[in-house]
């Protein structure tokens, strides 16, 4: 496919399916625009080998099968293909509830599998220090830059971190919070997840006070309805994804820790830190908010892992010399 070939634009039906996903299933700005460029690619595709657009009823698994191969031929790999059919088969099925197709041309095709990778998280220790990042940060004022540090940012910064590490939650989740979701007496935090469901999670003491702090410096109390963390003293919007990335970044760097690590990282540093301190599946992935346990799954992976390397570095019989398990 010719990537300077101009795609055509969203028809009536496909604006109908992203108008479907924001308002009856919550779908993100993110989630939305992605599943758009995978629908317009392959449309740009269909109108570049047959010389017309797709009429999407008359499709068939035949159409989905040429498409699979032409991915594969530009060397895409199984994670990227299969996040372009994962909004193709959604479409679809939006398509046979509305009542426009019977059945779905892109069920059951062979996708490539995408090899098991363990998830990044940090330790306890690296996770302890970064949390402790926004109030040196406050103690070394001026910043490099020669500008004071605001209390309210640091305080603010610290208890963005303390929530999404006591309570595992997404970006957007934590964007969306609302003072009115924030149960100090019960230790609770209700959670606007994907799709629109919505969780009751703990949240631990420090998390709480963290958030009590940075609430106190702010000239106002927040009122029930605005958000929990403000993007400025007299700023009242929410945060956004990106600035928070921005942030974590910066602390990262003072912690000398990687730096592209994401906030998501700290989400699954959450789980794993959890089930390795004796936590059951089951909780973990309700605390996460995941539809399907085998989505939780893959931290008892990462938890399998790290004991094995250490069973296999420490005990005396664990390896022979040439390596092999005994």
């Not at 794993?272 to 539809?291: F, I, K, N, P, Y």
């Not at 990462?302 to 092999?324: C, D, F, I, M, Q």
Request: with cysteine; hydrophobic share 40%; net charge positive.
């Amino acid at each position: 496919m010719d990537p300077t070939r101009e795609t055509p634009g969203p028809d009536a039906t496909v604006v109908a399916f992203l108008e479907h996903l924001a308002t009856e299933r919550g779908a993100s700005v993110h989630t939305r625009r992605n599943y758009l460029q995978a629908l317009e690619e392959f449309a740009g595709w269909y109108s570049e080998v047959h010389r017309r657009s797709p009429a999407w009823p008359s499709l068939t698994r035949l159409d989905f099968r040429s498409y699979l191969r032409q991915l594969g031929r530009q060397s895409l790999g199984p994670s990227a293909i299969r996040v372009r059919f994962s909004a193709l088969r959604s479409f679809f099925k939006y398509l046979v509830r509305v009542g426009v197709m019977d059945q779905i041309p892109v069920r059951e095709l062979s996708l490539p599998r995408v090899p098991r990778r363990l998830v990044k998280f940090l330790s306890v220790d690296q996770m302890l220090l970064l949390l402790s990042m926004p109030a040196r940060g406050l103690e070394r004022a001026p910043d490099a830059v020669g500008r004071p540090v605001d209390a309210s940012v640091a305080a603010r910064d610290g208890a963005i971190l303390e929530t999404i590490y006591s309570c595992g939650l997404r970006i957007a989740e934590l964007c969306q919070l609302r003072v009115s979701d924030v149960r100090f007496d019960e230790a609770l935090m209700r959670v606007r997840g994907k799709g629109r469901k919505e969780r009751v999670v703990p949240v631990g003491r420090h998390a709480l006070e963290a958030i009590r702090r940075y609430w106190s410096v702010l000239p106002r109390a927040p009122s029930d309805q605005e958000p929990v963390f403000v993007r400025g003293m007299n700023d009242r919007r929410g945060m956004s994804a990106r600035t928070l990335q921005y942030r974590l970044k910066g602390y990262l760097l003072a912690a000398g820790l990687d730096p592209a690590l994401t906030p998501h990282k700290l989400r699954h540093s959450f789980a794993t830190h959890l089930l390795d301190a004796g936590a059951d599946l089951r909780s973990v992935q309700e605390m996460l908010g995941h539809s399907q346990l085998a989505t939780t799954q893959v931290y008892t992976h990462v938890t399998t892992e790290r004991l094995r390397n250490a069973y296999n570095a420490a005990h005396p019989r664990a390896k022979s010399v040439s390596g092999t398990v005994l």
